[in-house]
């Protein structure tokens, strides 16, 4: 979907304007995929707009960059802020977050150490992400995730995603939204950018990390979610049949939120509907981002910005 631009993007610690934020040619990252970077989203609220677990997305940027030994130059609290200064300044919500570190123009070459850190926070309209409004058709990908000792799949890098690209570019080619990727032992891993959740007897699944499976803070949240509301959650490694034979299944992610899938290899799961534990979950979900429950974790960070029109989940 097209990039609808705003006025200000963040940059190393000042605002410039969107058309400023540039980076050369030679920069190292443009050869050799060096960045690690996070997707958040800010919610309407009655009263205003909410950013979506600010705090756990600037930490995983952290420590993604630690993995990576690219130092940043700010703490959780500097970088939260500054998603909050930049929302503001745009006047742009609710809207999807993304800031990216990566390392700019300084050597050619493979090792990074002496090409400069640079990091920058963009805002904009996005909604719906995963096609599908009765549901997302998905495939099983002929593509596997990386296995654990090639690159850490805790780190969300730039690099991690030509994985991911070559998953949904097959998935779209052959008339499916969204393809389900395996592990290095043919395990369930998960979508090209989304967590995998299964239904089957009323108990919820997932792929554990050691699947090659980002630690998704959507994730995380239904899972908590999920054991507030009595259901009975097991991480564990998936075979792919498990895939055919459960009563439902969803992805989760910022981009995808909470999304239910209608088939996997053109074999409907279930009925094809929303199942009741997956429509539980996501109906909470929305309920508290949205602000129509109470954010009892302390999920959502408010932003002073005037909300004219909702943008889709």
Not at 10 to 32: C, F
Not at 99 to 105: M, Q, T, V
Not at 228 to 246: D, K, M, N, S, T
């Amino acid at each position: 979907m097209p990039i609808q631009t705003t006025a200000n993007i963040w940059h190393n610690g000042q605002l410039i304007p969107w058309d400023k934020a540039q980076i050369h040619v030679m920069s190292h990252v443009v050869h050799y995929g060096s960045s690690v970077f996070e997707g958040i989203r800010c919610y309407a609220q009655p009263s205003g707009a909410g950013v979506f677990r600010l705090q756990e997305h600037m930490q995983r940027l952290i420590d993604s960059a630690k993995i990576y030994r690219m130092p940043l130059p700010y703490t959780v609290e500097q970088l939260s802020t500054a998603v909050v200064d930049v929302i503001e300044a745009n006047g742009v919500a609710p809207c999807y977050i993304r800031p990216i570190a990566f390392r700019g123009y300084g050597e050619v070459g493979v090792n990074p150490l002496k090409s400069p850190v640079e990091v920058y926070i963009v805002n904009f309209p996005w909604g719906k992400y995963v096609p599908g409004n009765e549901g997302a058709d998905v495939c099983v990908s002929s593509w596997s995730r990386l296995a654990p000792n090639t690159m850490p799949s805790l780190a969300k890098a730039g690099a991690n995603y030509m994985n991911s690209q070559l998953i949904r570019m097959e998935a779209e080619i052959n008339g499916y939204a969204e393809g389900i990727a395996l592990d290095v032992n043919g395990y369930l891993s998960e979508g090209s950018g989304e967590n995998l959740f299964l239904v089957r007897n009323g108990v919820l699944y997932t792929t554990p990390l050691a699947n090659s499976v980002l630690s998704g803070i959507t994730r995380s949240s239904v899972i908590t979610l999920a054991r507030q509301l009595g259901i009975e959650v097991v991480e564990q490694a998936l075979p792919r049949e498990l895939l055919y034979i459960c009563d439902e299944a969803f992805f989760t992610g910022t981009a995808a939120e909470v999304t239910h899938l209608r088939s996997v290899d053109r074999i409907l799961i279930g009925d094809g509907t929303m199942g009741p534990i997956t429509t539980a979950l996501h109906n909470e979900f929305f309920a508290i981002v949205n602000g129509l429950n109470p954010d009892r974790y302390n999920w959502l960070t408010p932003v002073n910005v005037k909300v004219a029109e909702t943008v889709g989940a």
